[in-house]
């Protein structure tokens, strides 16, 4: 019998679908599992953090971290990975460019915490709890920038594929390379010149399913989005919201998609702003964390502190 490789997975502050992609992986994970010593996993197996740590160093072959981190609990999780593994990988995008969770570094971690347990709406006994609960990080940074990581297979989440064909590659020894091509070279809408005047919420009008559906005046960010999801979400008549992430010659994404937008928006500069109230969710929906912009407030905040 091949030797094994030992494997370690951990989830940080995340919902966890990257772990489902690869149970969704189905027969399919007959390919791998036999060639894989699992020695920490405790979304599927109780495994402790104890059981990481006692590990020696650098004795993983591969280690797999899904989610950013917002505690300093995640960020210990974090770098007893790094520790332990020969290679790292950020899996999924909250693990490569910090995630949805990233846009809460729009505002001050007090400001965050007041209003999730003393002021949203649904309080009616607000307390900010402080016992047995790890403290939080004042911001979110993407993981490859706390660590050295050896791969990124972004994604919310990478496909099943996509997971499977990164782990078969760890697996034999081969480079896992992310394509420079994007969801609109994948996606099979038919698209034309564009010069768009006006700009729809998805639930207006009636999309026309064989049009490309920025044509349309629908936000669709395939042009600014890394193509390794076989365009699932316009092909089905649904706007791409770029939860892969960009291209690698992409160096922040947002600042792609408004550079483009520019271009094609055949519309006076204030109507374009008043299409998109929240131009920080709209455009960096999955990585605000890794923009320029966060960068700069993560400074500013910084000298603030000094």
Excluded at 235 to 253: A, E, L, Q, Y
Excluded at 255 to 281: T, V, W
């Amino acid at each position: 019998m091949a030797k094994t490789k030992r494997i370690a997975l951990a989830q940080l502050s995340s919902c966890w679908g990257c772990d489902q992609s690869l149970v969704d992986i189905h027969l399919r994970l007959l390919d791998v599992l036999p060639k894989l010593e699992i020695v920490y996993w405790p979304a599927v197996v109780d495994y402790k953090l104890h059981d990481l740590e006692t590990l020696p160093k650098k004795s993983v072959h591969i280690g797999l971290v899904e989610g950013s981190c917002r505690t300093k609990e995640d960020l210990h999780l974090l770098e007893v990975m790094r520790e332990k593994s020969k290679i790292l990988v950020a899996w999924g995008s909250c693990s490569a460019y910090g995630g949805i969770q990233g846009l809460g570094n729009q505002w001050e971690l007090k400001d965050l915490l007041n209003r999730k347990f003393l002021e949203i709406e649904t309080i009616t006994e607000g307390r900010i709890p402080d016992e047995n609960v790890p403290e939080f990080l004042e911001s979110i940074r993407p993981n490859p920038d706390l660590v050295e990581v050896d791969m990124i297979l972004p994604g919310c989440p990478p496909t099943s594929d996509n997971t499977l064909d990164a782990l078969l590659a760890l697996l034999d020894n081969k480079p896992y390379d992310l394509p420079d091509k994007t969801v609109c070279d994948q996606c099979p809408l038919e698209r034309e010149e564009k010069k768009i005047k006006q700009f729809h919420r998805t639930f207006e009008g009636k999309i026309d399913p064989t049009k490309c559906l920025l044509d349309q005046g629908y936000l669709c960010l395939g042009f600014a989005t890394i193509g390794l999801c076989g365009a699932l979400c316009p092909s089905k008549g649904t706007p791409c919201k770029g939860c892969f992430g960009p291209p690698p010659s992409v160096s922040d994404h947002g600042a792609k998609i408004i550079s483009a937008l520019g271009a094609i928006a055949d519309m006076p500069a204030e109507k374009l702003r008043e299409a998109f109230p929240d131009p920080i969710g709209s455009f960096y929906f999955i990585d605000y964390a890794s923009s320029y912009l966060s960068k700069i407030r993560d400074k500013m905040r910084k000298d603030a502190n000094r």
